[in-house]
């Protein structure tokens, strides 16, 4: 596991000479969505969350006049944890803002409160950004640990294609879309612009990967437990190890999240 140092946060900042890594190893001390809510899940910072202006009346959060945030995803370290008997409350920092955001993940009868992260480690938060306590807050339905320092350039590498997508999609408009470069979503086409051919994998995602995406999506929003691992593998009719690296993968990636126990599951898109 590598170690974080974040004794002395700055506004904006980055992660100093070392990237804000303690190489020497040394610890420092919901309701449904509405329509118009974005459906994708948005790599996002600190910084970015607490410079969005909050829409009480859509109960929404708006970056930079036209970037709706709802469904994100957060990395940084565990700088401070309160254990309840039914949420635990933590506080997070990436470096990027002065104060650390706090997150909150609720337990419900199937969770294992003995394997969530606790302090000094990197974390990766999937959860609904809301207005708690006079400030913004990630409502989280996953919290797990990372031990790679890739994980964390790749999920801020993740944020500047976000920006990038959102921010060049509307000055170039349908000639961009056309050519398949970065979609209206803020990813990157390789297929002629389309967000997914028929018959064909979504962008950044395997043709099993897909099959799984696929599988979750027809469920029912309104179905709270989800589908079960073997309900995708008689929908799909592929491999059971197959299907279980995709679910880890897609899992990982924030795209959906297991409901009564490990062997169901949902797409965040649904919750």
Request: net charge negative; hydrophobic share 35%; with cysteine.
């Amino acid at each position: 596991m590598f170690q974080g140092d974040f004794g002395s946060s700055q506004a904006g900042g980055g992660f100093g000479d070392a990237g804000g890594f303690n190489t020497s190893g040394a610890s420092p001390g919901a309701s449904k969505a509405q329509n118009n809510r974005p459906e994708s899940l948005s790599p996002v910072t600190n910084c970015m969350i607490r410079r969005a202006v909050h829409n009480a009346d859509k109960d929404m959060f708006i970056f930079k006049e036209n970037i709706d945030l709802h469904l994100v995803e957060m990395v940084g370290y565990i700088m401070d944890i309160t254990e309840g008997s039914t949420c635990y409350e933590y506080h997070i920092c990436d470096r990027t803002a002065p104060e650390p955001l706090y997150i909150r993940k609720f337990l419900n009868d199937n969770d294992d409160a003995s394997a969530l992260p606790r302090s000094n480690c990197y974390v990766r938060v999937v959860g609904h950004l809301r207005f708690v306590k006079e400030q913004p807050s990630i409502m989280a339905f996953s919290i797990k640990e990372i031990k790679s320092h890739n994980e964390f350039l790749l999920h801020r590498l993740s944020v500047v294609r976000f920006m990038c997508g959102k921010e060049l999609a509307p000055k170039m408009g349908s000639k961009l879309a056309a050519s398949g470069g970065v979609s209206s979503a803020g990813t990157f086409n390789n297929n002629g612009g389309a967000a997914q051919s028929e018959g064909g994998s979504m962008p950044g995602m395997t043709m099993t990967q897909t099959k799984v995406y696929s599988a979750l999506k027809k469920c029912s929003p309104d179905n709270q437990t989800g589908l079960s691992v073997r309900d995708i593998q008689s929908t799909t009719s592929m491999p059971m190890n197959d299907i279980r690296i995709a679910i880890e993968f897609l899992s990982n990636e924030g795209h959906i999240y297991s409901t009564v126990d490990d062997e169901h599951f949902k797409l965040t898109d649904h919750c």
